[in-house]
């Protein structure tokens, strides 16, 4: 399947693999996902003139003569454009000004002018966060966008620009023979995305984005750059990984560690709608025994009688991969009515998921706009027949939704849940509730719901939902009092807060 970002929704509602959600631009979400990468406060008072307006005291005039980037303001070339959430469900953002940061001197510049002075600043990276945290009305948006250079070094290690997307990341590393893993939408911003923990493709074989971060330079709320990693402010670099992104500062630049890029093979079955229970419950049961090698999704699109379909990736060698196939057939129990399997190099992996394997790279970073509702949980109890019958049921009621339950376990599963801040290592599997239609809000916050007695109330914070009433305790588990102390050590003040911040929760 080739096309548009319009393409790849369609792609996600057939089956497509982890971690990709809103694409086009991910999630990133509050991050991150992803993503804008670092995650945004959010404003609601009226930007039309000057910021003393919006509660503020920000020099605007004095902060663009600082800048080596630029600041766009309201009724500049190029502010709406850069003021438009990807989610145009959202309706329209009026942020007080936008700043195109030009290197990490302009973050600590953006920072110290601006920072504390009534004004909520937002990071943004690839800017798909869900609620639009990261481009708020009344806000300053730090836009880290052009810190996009990556290094792959001898050591085998990559150093990587908050603003690169997930397309180049992909594609600078695959031309060292190496990769991260991470997820299939190739506009989201590594920021987010790996703040927020980054499920991706090839999850169980190799672990979350985070997993692979060995640093972090970081501007926080006194205006300091920091490098965070396990010997320098360990228990802020603990919260980079799985907390969200806009908490403690903006992130300018990771070093990940790498692994050589494997070939991925990419399967697809469909099964007789009529199947689609026994499907997920086989589906479930069949991952939990699966290797690490097989990552896979199950989607279970909402109708009268609801469809279904597997997706998934098998790391190097073939070798094994048929067997675990007829294995999952046999426990479903009729025969898939299609089934698809392609190997590709690992690039052309990535691009075949991104919905532009025979396209230009220059057309996978295409970003376009498109409305959509979308929430989460995590699978934290069996999903037996008897409850993937109460799930299917859940849709069948609705229409124009898909359910994306994404495997865990494997490498995910290999930390404690306290050893990053990502909290859902014990988790089978994440669902993402997923709607293209922008005024479905309300369907998709009953579907949620409705999930939370059935497979846990757990939810993934770079699928942030801004109507989630339980968020702080979904997202972050037994590991939110230890991210409120390291945030609140870092941002005293809440100069990062926004709606869903840590230190709201």
């Not at 590594?190 to 060995?214: E, F, M, P, Q």
Request: some cysteine; glycine content about 12%; hydrophobic content about 45%.
């Amino acid at each position: 399947m080739t096309g548009s970002a319009v393409n790849r929704r369609k792609f996600l509602a057939l089956g497509a693999l982890a971690g990709v959600a809103a694409c086009g631009r991910a999630a990133a979400p509050p991050s991150s996902g992803a993503a804008s990468a670092s995650v945004a406060a959010s404003g609601s008072a009226p930007v039309a003139a000057p910021v003393k307006a919006a509660g503020a005291g920000v020099d605007l005039p004095g902060l663009r003569r600082a800048l080596h980037g630029k600041l766009l303001l309201p009724g500049d070339g190029g502010y709406a454009s850069a003021a438009t959430p990807f989610n145009t469900a959202l309706g329209t953002r009026k942020p007080a000004a936008i700043a195109l940061v030009a290197d990490a001197t302009d973050v600590r510049t953006v920072v110290t002018k601006a920072g504390g002075r009534g004004v909520p600043l937002a990071a943004r990276s690839g800017g798909h966060s869900y609620p639009g945290y990261s481009t708020p009305t009344g806000g300053l948006v730090v836009d880290v966008g052009a810190l996009k250079k990556i290094t792959v070094r001898a050591d085998n290690t990559a150093v990587v620009g908050a603003g690169a997307r997930l397309i180049d990341v992909y594609t600078a590393l695959a031309a060292h023979g190496r990769a991260i893993p991470a997820g299939s939408c190739p506009t989201v911003g590594i920021g987010g995305s790996t703040l927020g923990g980054g499920l991706g493709v090839v999850a169980r074989a190799y672990g979350l984005t985070c997993d692979h971060l060995r640093s972090a330079t970081i501007v926080t709320a006194d205006g300091e750059i920091r490098t965070a990693d396990a010997n320098h402010d360990a228990d802020l670099f603990w919260s980079l990984r799985g907390g969200g992104g806009g908490n403690s500062g903006i992130v300018t630049e990771f070093t990940f560690d790498t692994v050589p890029a494997p070939n991925v093979t990419i399967f697809t079955l469909r099964f007789p709608a009529a199947s689609s229970a026994r499907v997920l419950a086989s589906w479930a049961a069949w991952m939990g025994a699966a290797p690490q090698r097989l990552t896979s999704l199950c989607a279970i699109t909402a109708a009268a009688t609801p469809t279904n379909r597997v997706t998934g990736t098998w790391t190097g060698s073939t070798a094994g991969l048929d067997a675990q196939l007829a294995a999952l057939i046999s426990a479903v129990g009729t025969p898939p009515t299609s089934r698809t399997k392609s190997t590709h190099t690992w690039l052309d992996a990535m691009r075949s998921f991104a919905g532009c394997l025979s396209k230009t790279t220059d057309a996978c970073r295409v970003v376009r706009p498109e409305p959509f509702r979308a929430a989460s949980r995590l699978v934290e109890k069996p999903l037996n027949a008897a409850v993937a019958t109460k799930v299917v049921d859940v849709v069948r009621r609705q229409s124009g939704m898909v359910l994306l339950f994404d495997a865990l376990g494997g490498a995910v599963g290999a930390p404690a849940p306290g050893d990053t801040a990502f909290v859902h290592r014990r988790a089978t599997a994440s669902v993402q509730i997923y709607s293209g239609r922008a005024s479905s809000a309300g369907a998709v916050n009953a579907v949620q719901n409705a999930l939370r007695p059935l497979v846990g109330g757990g939810a993934y914070v770079n699928y942030l939902n801004a109507d989630q009433a339980d968020w702080g305790a979904a997202y972050y588990g037994a590991n939110l009092p230890r991210l409120r102390t390291v945030v609140r050590h870092f941002d005293p003040q809440g100069v990062f807060t926004f709606p869903q911040s840590v230190l709201k929760a």
